[in-house]
């Protein structure tokens, strides 16, 4: 096999691919005021600053916040049989529980979203360790959070292997900037986490149709588990789901943000987390740099005379952020 | 703007970092290089004194800012003698006064010099001599003597050279001969040369120093001629007109007059013995600059207690760890667990040597990880299971220790130097980000880990690095510089190339061309 020699710093330059580098120290440093960060560091935080700006999410069934709380789940979960544990300030997606089912009432015994059986008393123990701060940024106590277990929509069910696909948007100064969706694969273990081997696949800004995906920085037209081709699936109401993206930004104050969307079977488009340093990988699937939308978003904001709002935002983007190559 | 008050503060920060440090190079002397060493001369004068009953006293004349020698220390040894030292214009004398002497006895003064110039420095021009008062008929041959050589000189050197030259001729020209007896001692013909030179109006004076040669003894010292050429004082050997001093010239004292004079004494006799020392050159540079009274050498580590300069040694590297670390993480693009981490190992390493740590931290790790799996199946909370396994950690410590004591291996006790909390706090990250990321990421970051720790120490561990920040450590200025000005640094990690190579095609692949997909956007 020929060597895969890495691209000279000049053509990446050329096609506007930002590096980590400049995303640090050129748009979250200058975008994003550190005071603003709680507000999307903290799930918790995000989830009701989200609700009351009108903005759909997964429904919160409780929050554990001490060890001796930790009796109270069977309480917060009620009838529920499907629900998801997770820190309120995990570190990228780190410490998240799905539980998919009930196996058995007494012992009382749930099923993980892998399929495996997981006891009340191990979920306890999760629960606690959650609360301690394992997953959480510098290993400060966190709190747990039960919510709603998206039921995730058919759509992308053939270009996906279990888990939960969900659609990244990076949106800049209020404007959706480019977008793609994050297919788990049997390698990545069920999670839509790029640097395990899910896959990465870009979305057209305009009509909201998957293009061809990235796995492992490699261009991949079908899905490796389903064989599915990837590109070409049409994302639904995907003009209400750029103006949710748009909505976020507002509602946080950070100039530059990723959301990140699940489409649920029967609630429509929910917003899962946000994200102050959104990765880089956005780039890869969509096979184009950040940088040029960036000034075409920077051009049209210094000429605007009036703020617009976010139906309007995201318009704009579907009409002129279209892949631009060089 | 920010760019600009970025870049002043950089600048500033160097230019302080290295004019100081230049400073203290040039001219304090602190070496570059470790392991220098100068070299520095002992001179002893010893005053044997046969005293009458009478009280005594005893004069004598100290070096005092010697050409290009500097006097690093000195010292007396007069049993039952009352000292006293004063300085003149340009003469230090000690003064030895007893009531009542009794027999031998010996004076000591000692002093430690070192060469540490090559040019004499300039002093002021002391104004034209004044012309000897001479009778008819010398005057008049002296005058045509000086007439002569004025015309075959350029400038005064070559002129004190060539009177120098012409004194000392076996058959010395006529004009002069009757000044000077045929057995005239040198101290005569250089008293005669100054008076010539006078009635040129040149200043000259005369010098006396010691020949410094390695183990001398019962040396005498030796007249020097030194005439002003309106800068600086330029030596002539008297004997020869050669300009300049021997290179182990230490001259002692100006003048026509002996070194020592004395009352009361029945007799005195005076001479010196020298000695060649080396001394770490560090140590002679801190001895030359308290004596130069520099300011800044009140700030030294050198003066700190040594314990606490050994502490300094290690710490003084951190910074420079903490730019490598800043490197490899921002311009190379390696990833480690916890930012500093690998600093702190590289530190332990310095005590286990390269490969021996390396060796240790990968087994402690492993055994660590193999522990903290089991732990996890036995489903801890958070605190207890990082306070377990930092004890199954010290117990491997000192395991291994024991087993490699036994297997005759002494690397193995140096295993107690690393920094069991890092670790215990290493493994489990290690064990987290295998769990959430698998083996590959977990084993990715450890290995970045250890290169990252590895290349630190080979930095950290090298000699003319820790010689060079310990006695320069305002040369942390400019690592400090440098670590602003790759805070501002955009441009890609070399990692990135990689990261991002699928754009040599992906960019042709998605150039907007009609495929079977039937793309809608294209740009309008």
Known sequence: ?326 | MRRLHLLFVVLLLTAVGLSVAWYKYDTLGFPLTPDRETETWTVEAQIAVDPGTAPASVRFALPSDPPHYTLLDEGFVSRGWGLTTQSSDRQREAVWTKRNPEGNQTLYYQATVYRDQEEIQPSPYPGPAAPPKLEEPLKSAAESFVEDIRAGSADIQTFATLLVKEVNASRPDENIAAFLKPDATETERTRLAIRLLAIARIPARMSHGVMLTDEGRNLTPTTWLEVHNSRRWVPIDPRTGTVGYPRQFLVWWHGDQPALTTSGLEDVELTFATTRNLRDAVETAQLQSTIAESRLMDFSLLDLPIDAQNTYRILLLVPLGALIIVLLRNVIGIRTFGTFMPVLIALSFRETQLVGGVVLFTLIVALGLAIRFYLERLKLLLVPRLAAVVIVVILLMALISIVSHRLGLDIGLSVGLFPMVILAMTIERVSIVWEEHGPGDALAQATGSLVVAALAYLVMVNAYVTHLFFVFPELLLVVLAFTLLIGRYTGYRLTELFRFRAFKTLAQARRPEPTGNDRPGEPR
């Open chain 1, 1 to 326: 096999m020929a060597i895969d020699w890495p691209i000279s710093p000049r053509r990446l330059r050329e096609l506007g691919v930002l590096g980590m580098n400049q995303r640090n120290g050129e748009f979250i440093a200058q975008m994003n005021e550190r005071r603003y960060y709680p507000l999307v560091d903290d799930k918790l935080l995000t989830k009701e600053l989200a609700e009351e700006s009108g903005l759909r999410v997964p429904a919160l069934y409780g929050v554990i916040r001490s060890t001796h709380e930790i009796k109270q789940l069977a309480k917060w979960v009620g009838e529920h049989e499907e629900f998801v544990i997770k820190p309120a300030n995990g570190a990228g997606g780190d410490g998240i529980l799905v539980i998919d089912g009930k196996q058995s009432d007494k012992p009382l015994v749930y099923r993980k979203s892998s399929g495996r059986a997981i006891g009340i008393d191990a979920i306890g123990l999760h629960i606690s360790n959650i609360l301690a701060g394992a997953y959480s940024l510098g290993g400060r106590p966190d709190v747990a959070m039960i919510e709603y277990r998206v039921k995730f929509s058919p759509l992308f069910e053939k270009i996906s292997f279990q888990g939960v696909p969900d659609i990244r948007t990076i949106v800049y100064r209020g404007y959706p900037l480019m977008a793609m969706v994050r297919l788990p694969t049997t390698q990545s273990d069920g999670k839509a986490n790029l640097h395990q081997g899910a896959i990465g696949a870009g979305v057209d800004m305009a009509g909201g149709h998957t293009l061809d995906g990235v796995a492992h920085n490699r261009r991949v037209t079908h899905h490796p588990d389903t064989r599915e081709p990837i590109s070409g699936v049409a994302i639904p109401e995907w003009q209400s789901l750029l103006e949710m993206a748009a909505k976020c930004s507002d509602m946080t104050g950070l100039g530059y943000l990723g959301v990140d969307v699940v489409l649920d079977r029967e609630l429509g488009p929910l917003i899962l987390e946000l994200n102050a340093r959104p990765g880089l990988s956005i780039q890869v699937a969509n096979g184009e740099g950040l940088r040029h939308r960036i000034e075409r978003v920077d051009q049209h904001v210094d000429h605007l005379s009036r703020d617009e709002t976010a139906a309007e935002r995201a318009a704009w983007s579907r009409e002129h952020l279209a892949p631009m190559n060089l």
